[in-house]
């Protein structure tokens, strides 16, 4: 069964750091992605890397401040937040996919989604 499973979000204040954390089970990813969705809004792109760790970032939203990283041996992909910012708060999605081979930014380029984890960052 193929299985996303995100985890390390919670409740920062504004200039704080976290790290999320998605675990991959069930198939080797090619690429994966983090999207968010913020309250009333749609989801967005976050960052994306490819196996072979080309990364690809939003950079208008997250430029300097986030970094997308992967342990293929562990089957995980890492998004180290810092800066938050109140703007930052959203749930936190993880996005697969097994055929691309590099970054995308479009949600119909993944396959396989996790469950979201919620990030609050307070001011």
């Known amino acids: 069964q193929v299985q996303l499973v995100e985890s390390g979000g919670g409740l920062v204040q504004a200039g704080g750091s976290l790290r999320l954390s998605c675990a991959a089970s069930?198939?080797?990813?090619?690429?994966v992605a983090w999207f968010r969705q913020a309250p009333g809004k749609g989801r967005e792109f976050v960052a994306a890397?490819?196996?072979?760790?080309?990364?690809?970032y939003n950079v208008d939203s997250v430029k300097g401040r986030f970094t997308i990283s992967r342990d293929n041996a562990k089957d995980t992909v890492y998004l180290q937040m810092n800066s938050l910012k109140s703007e930052d708060t959203a749930v936190y999605y993880c996005a697969a996919d097994s055929k691309g081979l590099y970054g995308d930014y479009r949600m119909d380029a993944y396959d396989y989604w996790g469950q979201g984890t919620q990030v609050t960052v307070s001011s």
């Open positions: 890397i490819s196996r072979s760790g080309g990364v690809k």
């Open positions: 069930g198939r080797t990813f090619s690429r």
